[in-house]
C-alpha cells in the first residue's frame, strides 16, 4: 500500500522518514498516476482544510478514490463541530482530569503527532483524542473551570510548517513508528478477498466470547476467504483498514464499543452489533416501552421514578425484580424480597438514574436464551439458575457462581419461545441477539433482548459446533459483498 504525504507546498515537509511518498496538493488533484492508484493511505497536510479547498478536496477526494484520508471530510467537519468537542470532553473527562492534575496554569494546549504527544503522561490522553479525531497533526486546547475542572476547548490539524523545530525529532519518530506498523504493507503475497476486525479483550471479566470461540470465528472466516485481526480500543484509528467489525466485547452507550461501532458505520464497514442495535438494547427502559407498545408479552412491569414508588406494592407486589437501565449480565439487576428492601434498593438504583424499571418476579428454574441472527434464530439454550439463588449467576459470594446450561437443536425448541423471541429481535433490527425469555406453564414472557450475546465454546456450539461459527461469518461475507457490490447493474 502506497503512503502519501499531502502538503500545499513541498517545502512544508522538513522531515526524512522512508518509505513515503511527498506529493503536493495540485499534483494529488490532477495528476492522472495518483487517481490510478488501486491503494493508498493519504495523509492530508494541507495547511487549510477549508471547506472547497485544496485540504478539502485532497480528503473528499481521497475517498471517492478508494484511497484512505487522514483526515477524512466526517474529521474534518467534526473538528470544527462545539457540539462534537462538548460531547468528546465529557466522555473522555476522567482522562482528561487525570492526565492535566499536575498542570498549575488555567490553560494548557497539547500536541499530538500521529496519537503521541512529547510527554509520557499525556501519552494515553494523545492517543484517544488522536482516536477521536483521526488527523496527523492536532493540537488541542484545554481551559480549567473552578467547578467542572479541565475542559476540552478547540483542537484543530495544524500543517506540518507549525510544528516547532525542538519537536521535530519525536515527528520523526513517531511517523518513522505509525508507517512501519504491519497494516501498512502487504502482509502475504495472496491477499484475502476482505478483513474482518474483532474488537476483543480477553482479560474483560464479562466478555461475551472466550478465548477459544474467538479462535472459530477465526477460522471460520478464514474457510470463507476473509482475514481477521483482533483489535483492542486503542486501534480506533485503524478502523477504515477493515472492511468490516464484528464487536466481541460487552457494549454500552457510554463506552468505547459505541464509538466503535458508530465510527465504522460512518467509514462503510458491515458492523455487528450496529450502533442503533446497542442503543435499543443497551437501556431496559426503552425495551420496556417497545415490547408493551407492539403487545410482546412481559412479566408485569413499571416504569419507576421518584414520584411513582408507591405504585410498586400495590402493582406488582413483593418480591419483585429491579433493574438499572443500563444493566448486563445480571449486574445492575436484583431482587427485593421485602417493602424495606425494596425502598433501600429502589433509593440507590435512583441515585444513579432517573428511571429504572421494576419487573413482577417470576420464579424459573432456567431462562430460554435464543440466538438470532440476521432474522433467523441460531441456537437455543437454557441457562439454569445458580445454586440456591434467582438469577443464571450468582455474584454475591468471591467469585461468581454460574448455573449449568443445555443446549437444544432450535427445531426441537417450544415453537412459542422461538416465534416470541423472534418477534421481540425483529423490533431492534437484522444484527446479533440473544432473546432472554421465561416460560411459565403455558405461557411465554421475554425478559429482555440483548445485542452482543454470550457465544462460548462449549455452550452455544454445543450443538451446530463450528457450523455455528460459519453461519455468523457467512452473513458477514454476504453484506460486505452487498455493499461492496450494490452499484453493480
Known sequence: MNILIVVSNPKDWLFEVSGVQVVTAQAYLTDPRYSAESSARVFNLCRSYRYQSLGYYVSLLAAARGHTPLPSVTTIQDLKSMAVIRAVSDDLDELIQRSLASIQSTTFTLSIYFGGNMAKRHARLALALFNLFQAPFLRARFVKDPEEGWQLRSIRPIAASEIPESHRPFVVQQATAHFSRRHFHVRRSRQPRYSLA?????????RPSDPAAIQKFERAAERLGMETEIISRDDFARLAEFDALFLRETTSVMHHTYRFA??????????????????????????????????IPTPKTLIVNKDNVGRIISELGVPVVLKQPDSSFSQGVVKA?????????VDDLLEKSELIVAQEFLATTFDWRIGILDRTP???????????????????????????????????????????ALRAANLIGNGLYGVDLKQVGRQCYVIEVNDNPSIDSGVEDQVLKGNLYSRIMSVFLRRIEQRKFAWTP
Request: hydrophobic share 40%.
Open 198 to 206: 474483532i474488537l476483543y479483550d480477553p482479560n474483560a471479566p464479562d
Open 262 to 295: 458508530r465510527r465504522a458505520e460512518a467509514e462503510g464497514l458491515v458492523v455487528i452489533d450496529d450502533p442503533l442495535s446497542i442503543l435499543r438494547c443497551a437501556n431496559k427502559v426503552f425495551l420496556a416501552e417497545l415490547l408493551d407498545r407492539h403487545g
Open 337 to 345: 424480597d421485602n417493602e424495606e428492601e425494596l425502598k433501600r434498593l
Open 378 to 420: 441460531i441456537y437455543a439454550c437454557k441457562y439454569y439458575m445458580a445454586r440456591r439463588h434467582w438469577q443464571v449467576i450468582n455474584r454475591n459470594g468471591e467469585k461468581p457462581d454460574e448455573g449449568r446450561h443445555e443446549t437444544l437443536p432450535v427445531e426441537l425448541a417450544p415453537t412459542m419461545v422461538v416465534s416470541m
